[in-house]
């Protein structure tokens, strides 16, 4: 259905234009928080991303022409996505909700325009770099990068790299210390609590939780419901990981241990069918299962759509599954991640995310000629620093300064970088 | 505008008696969790109440004949309230957003029933107990007892009791020390944190928040948000509390040290004009302002109402207080309870409360002529102990028993009761 | 052996007098922390005491005459002994590793002295008070009261009072607020984790701990070793801090569910045989076996003098049992307090209890006739609050002062006290 | 003084061969947490260390032939050293409180020595490294390798290597992520309350603590006070580290901003004068002041010898430096680590630590002509992973196993490495 902005513009697609305002509110609700300035010249440059919405605008601000679909068929807020449309800068092709077809012809829609070609993707996921690969390869021809900030993604651009594909340099910034510390850990400590609330109301306080995988998101989850008074086993595949859960008070246990006995479980592993019907079957009675990891193969949700399980959606993102004798399982999000369907992602946390983003596009974009090759990089420690240096205003804290004499004793930059790539 | 249920009955008056599907749902889910049994005879008893939902069900199981109306003008969940209408054994005079006048005239609806008279008063708040002082005080007559949950309540009992006025038993369930730890320091801990975050999604981690009053409930607010990783300050009057303060790990400040620096400021002290409008003009731009205490006298949110300031209406619940240089104050619940109005109170607290007052009203009715004065009770110490030895099951907790030699020891019957009357 | 101190004074007996610089040194140390000051005018009075010894300068300084002997034949300090000996204003009957005899000697050479008569009682444990009515009931006539901290000696006097024995007012200091929240809660939080480190060396991270009682030092004990990264199990009898155990995160167990499991058995719980031999036979390899609670009944150490275990002093205060298949329980201090025998006080609690027994004195002392009776009484609300107030300059701490109008509205004296008795 | 052991061998330089037995009771003590077995098989390989002790008799059991000397002039313990040297398989050169000439003549001792010729180099600071470079520079000719696990060794030898000096392959145990975490994080978590309640007893709660540095060693310093109810400042270069103590709660200032108010300064950042004497004039009476960080140069001690400052011993490790107008400083082991002189490293990371610098060894040692070359390198991520695995057990920690379809699916070897290797 075609809908014009008030300016009568029409190059978008989103679910109703008249909740514009309401969006528009909510991004300066979220600017009351997202105070990071990124200090840049203005620049023109075509962009098509997948990223979140808050960016958009301030890469618009700096001089992009962006283009824009959602990488998640849930993630997308629709006011948000009004205001956008409504603003007129950035091309929106997103709803809440939207079909896999959709998906696809969302970030078609992107791409496919005639008298635009991008210079940049911003990607989060892969499905848009994905896309241009497979239906417009020729594309990459004026394209000077790619900035990518999820693990798949991620993953997707090395295979390529490693197959000879990658066609132009690609900038990692899942990696960044500041961003996975804030995506992961942070964000998580706080997302899962409220993730779980919103959903359920289930009291914490006394619940036994187990949770698969002791990374950064783990850690988050393991040590927010540890504080909120809930017994927290963890299950691992890494001994460095699991050693690490055992001097933080956690008990390691494979997941058949304690399935019986948990009234929650949450998976953060990146890995698939870490919770298999095997073990659906065996929890008790109103156990919660939800996915803190990744896309949605973690929990085996297929195996749960059999004739003798009964589905019934009670609220929205939340379903029982019942079995034959009455057990109820509570399966949020349908296996998807619990954070994205269930939560908001803090302001805060986008714009570290958004910072790091838009330092890596402008890094690709102004880099002399030959400084990136067609291979996979990780941000510079440096920019890694200065990202986390631009947020620490809003936590009023100061930095100390290294003297000269210091500096020398430790053999550093007094502008940093401070420490080894490998720190975290 | 008269509804009928299904059955045909039309005595109640709620908000929409189609949401009473969804609303058999909400309490399937809360039973969930809400797993006591209250293991007693049925009795049939004329009962009149504004307290929580789920209990009006136990007690009309029971026997009890309910006719039940809100405590508060915005804590009705009308899809909950539809289906005990719908359900029709309890009649239900209650919904959200009420006016005063609603208020009143619920109340009134509720007492006031030809060929009906009460026999037990179960009160959150005392305004039931008021209007029957007030316009039926003969229906004293035939009443055995007032059950009464609130502070405020209970306070109002005391103070009738010191008057003489008192003309029937009271029992004091708000001053029981299992309902006190869940409703203040249990809940509230876990309720500070889903309230901010449902009306701002504000990130904890590095705010600096400022927590006025440490009692049960500060020290819930405070703990769970030093947990999240919020610089918190506490401000108290009572030197016993302020040095618990202290060793917890929180600097004990005057509100006026700390106002222009801090993010978020909650008021937990039972208290008037804590947070006054000189206060509010000095704090810093976005700063979030709720009462986690009681009532809503705790901020002087009447000073607000003054014609150089802008209200504006971002999201329910949420309102932008506007001084005239731009700076915004982020206001919650427009000053009422964060805790009841903008998050929900686990069902494990509703059923902690439940079973406490259900034991009360029991007590009351089943006492032999004369066991209870004209005066107000406490909840014997053995009872208390018995609301908590129910729960334990849910955490599938083992008790240890006493043997004989140690009880002889400790000088205890070995059911209890185990502690002083003063431990806590 | 007769010593003089260096006034040619040998009116005491401790280990040597020689030792006195070093003890004045540890004494001046915990003056550094020990910052209270006692506001009151000196009185001569002449007080018998078995309390810490840091009181017995302060009272000295208001005018008391004291002698003093050791609560504990393990608690006292030689070097502080021998300071107070040589400064001579304090006769001093005590010394480490007093035998039996020795101990009941030294109350002995007290009390029973030519020309002095006791008119105050300052007692801990109530082995004073009780020779002395077993010995010279006579006393009785000249002492204005007594002032008793432990447990057990208000337990004691409780009786008496029951028996109708009691012939003098007594003040149980030991339930106040202040004292008890100190002595326990914050004490015990810190000296848990002392205690087994100085004996054991032991890395707490990982730990699986079982904690015998969840009152107040079992809550300090069991917070402590959370936040090391131990892993704790609760027992418990009383269902109220059985569901606080499950509110705070831990599992609660019988103790031969996890007996076989945990690395550490710690009691607290004021009771006798909590760990008998029969839990001691099923313990691991390497476990530590410790009592925080309460004398030297909690664990059964009785039933391992038994000829087929072979017990092995490997440091001061440690013992390896060893069974007869080379298995070894790591028993500390022989099962009496780990508090009081492997580590130290912190003289802030010293200073609370200090200050609470100084004011208790005082007003027992000053009372007009006929205020107290021959009975037991809990410190006024006041003073408890007074004894709070004193320490928060410590801390810089900043207490808010209630409005006229504000304490009218609670209906408050604005100077306190703030609470109701039963708070705690 | 020449002492003979009881087999008559006097190749040896210790304070008293008397106290053999009693440390040898101290070596039983620790292995009874010390479980770890190294599975390798018996080899004869001569061995100069400057390590803990724990490991020389593992390395002895393996069959090599260990000469070791201090690697630090506080930190050898008397007892253990006895034991070591009546045991007779290492040579040990080593006392408590060595003076610097004691030093460098311990470290000859143990190089030089007829007839025998190292072939492998166990170093933890580098000065054994740096002395055989200095002295006999020919016996790296059959050196096989160097292992050393200290930062400043590890900085050393990145030196050597830059300027193309260094003339054996070295391993870099120093970065492992397990040893990294167990030596910094969860061993200061613990090392920091025990080394400050053996010097002073003071009590955490509610004191004010400023941490200097947000490494791992600050993160663990901060997380346990904070536990303890301790108020935390951290001060930081870096802001990375900066944005996670923001993060974790902690108030990020500079040093000047706080030191007035503290009461106690800690410094962990390996850096030089980062207290200072203009600081040390500005603290408050009492505050104390210590070193968990890098050798003894973070607090300039050597400010504080000055003839206006009167230095008094308290205690051992203990001084108080007197300012004119009576201010006592209270510092802690002269400016050294606290850690190291004050305080007890947990077997437990003892036996990380040594089976990570015996895995190194072995590796070196084993490792075919040409795989290492004349540079540094860190462990393998499989070891690291190796050595956490081998720890696991002490926990009853259960590790799981990726299935054939996940290992396929993550593109990882079942047996790992599971992480890349930048992963903490």
Known sequence: ???????????????????????????????????TTIPLQAKKTPLLSSSPQVLMETLSALGAQCRWAACNIYSTQNEVAAALAEGGETRVFAWKGESEDDFWWCIDRCVNVEGWQPNMILDDGGDLTHWIYKKYPNMFKKIKGIVEESVTGVHRLYQLSKAG?????????????????????????????????????????????????????GKGCCAAL??????????????????????????????NEVIRQVDIVITCTGNKNVVVRENLDRMKNGCIVCNMGHSNTEIDVASLRTPELTWERVRSQVDHVIWPDGKR??????????????????????????????????????????????????????????VASLHLPTFDAHLTELTDEQAKYLGLNKNGPFKPNYYR
Chains 1, 2, 3, 4 share one sequence.
């Open 1 to 35: 259905k075609q809908q014009k902005n008030s300016k009568g513009n029409g190059d978008f697609c989103i679910k109703n234009i008249k909740q514009a305002d309401f969006g528009r509110r909510e991004i300066e609700i979220a600017e009351q928080e997202f105070r």
């Open 329 to 386: 399982i509570v399966l949020l999000a349908e296996g998807r991640l619990l954070n994205l369907s269930c939560s908001t992602v803090p302001t805060f946390v986008l714009s570290i995310t958004a910072t790091t983003q838009a330092l890596a596009l402008i890094e690709l974009y102004n880099a002399p000629e030959g400084r990136y090759k067609q291979d996979v990089y990780l941000l510079p420690k440096k920019m890694d620093e200065y």
């Open 226 to 255: 540890k504080a909120m008074g809930s017994i927290v086993y963890v299950t691992e595949i890494d001994p460095i990981c699991a050693l690490q859960a055992c001097m933080d008070g956690f008990r390691l246990v494979k997941l």
């Open 165 to 217: 594909k990658l066609c132009v340099p690609a900038m990692n910034v899942n990696d960044s210390v500041t961003k996975q510390k804030f995506d992961n850990l942070y964000c998580c400590r706080e997302s899962i609590l409220d993730g779980l609330k919103r959903t359920t109301d289930v009291m914490f306080g006394g619940k036994q939780v187990v949770v698969c995988g002791y990374g950064e998101v």
